[in-house]
Structures are given as structure tokens and as C-alpha cells.
């Protein structure tokens, strides 16, 4: 069975730093690929970033590129999300997904697993 659980959340001001985590069980780790995602208030589950898992090739959707930085240790199963020069329009709860293709997808519908969630709130 698989299990992803995020971690890292919390309260920031606005211009600051977090790191989330996401730490996954089952010894297929590597051959996943993986995604943050994001969910605000009343809005649609959002694509952030994505690391492929035949060549750790990454994606990020505009709004978070060149602030956020997707990473992953296989030997720890733990996948990262570095998030830098955040602003309160990133308030929101932030969700790890894993695929067990190697394609980055954007649609939340294409990932079979998914964590907990943890919530992000930026003040400002």
C-alpha cells in the first residue's frame, strides 16, 4: 500500500521561505513520477510542479517558476518543494501526488496517489 505524507506547512510572512516534504512508502518509489499540487479556498486543485521519473526532467507552471524548486531523494523516498519569495496568493493547502508513469501530468486526475495535505497560509 501506498502512502504519501507531506509535511512543512505553517505560517510565513510574505517574502519568506518553506520547505515541504513528502515522505512515501513502498520500494517503487523511484520509478514514480511525482507533483505538488495545490488547493485555495473555494478554487480548483492546481498544478505546480512535476519531477519525471525516467530522467528527472522537472516542470513548473508559471505562477510558481523561478520561486518554487521541486527536488527528490530516492534513497530516502522523500520528495521536496522548496518555496521561496512567497506571497499571500500562495495560501493554500499543498498535496503530494505520485504516478506510476513517467510523464508529468498536469491534471490531478492522472495521479494514482495522493497525500494528506498540508496547509501553507502567507500573510502579508
Known amino acids: 500500500q501506498v502512502q504519501l505524507v507531506e509535511s512543512g506547512g505553517g505560517l510565513v510572512q510574505a517574502g519568506g521561505s518553506l520547505r515541504l516534504s513528502c515522505a512515501a512508502s513502498?520500494?517503487?518509489?523511484?520509478?514514480?513520477?511525482m507533483a505538488w499540487f495545490r488547493q485555495g479556498p473555494g478554487k480548483e486543485r492546481q498544478f505546480l510542479t512535476g519531477?519525471?521519473?525516467?530522467?528527472?526532467?522537472?516542470y513548473y507552471a508559471d505562477s510558481v517558476k523561478g520561486r518554487f524548486t521541486i527536488s527528490k531523494d530516492n534513497a530516502k523516498n522523500t520528495m521536496y518543494l522548496q518555496m521561496n519569495r512567497l506571497n499571500p496568493e500562495d495560501t493554500a493547502v499543498y498535496y503530494c501526488?505520485?504516478?506510476?508513469?513517467?510523464?508529468?501530468?498536469?491534471?490531478?486526475?492522472?495521479?494514482?496517489?495522493w497525500g494528506q495535505g498540508t496547509q501553507v497560509t502567507v500573510s502579508s
Open positions: 501526488a505520485a504516478r506510476t508513469y513517467t510523464d508529468i501530468c498536469y491534471a490531478p486526475g492522472q495521479y494514482h496517489y
Open positions: 513502498g520500494r517503487t518509489f523511484s520509478t514514480w513520477t
Open positions: 519531477i519525471s521519473a525516467s530522467d528527472d526532467s522537472t
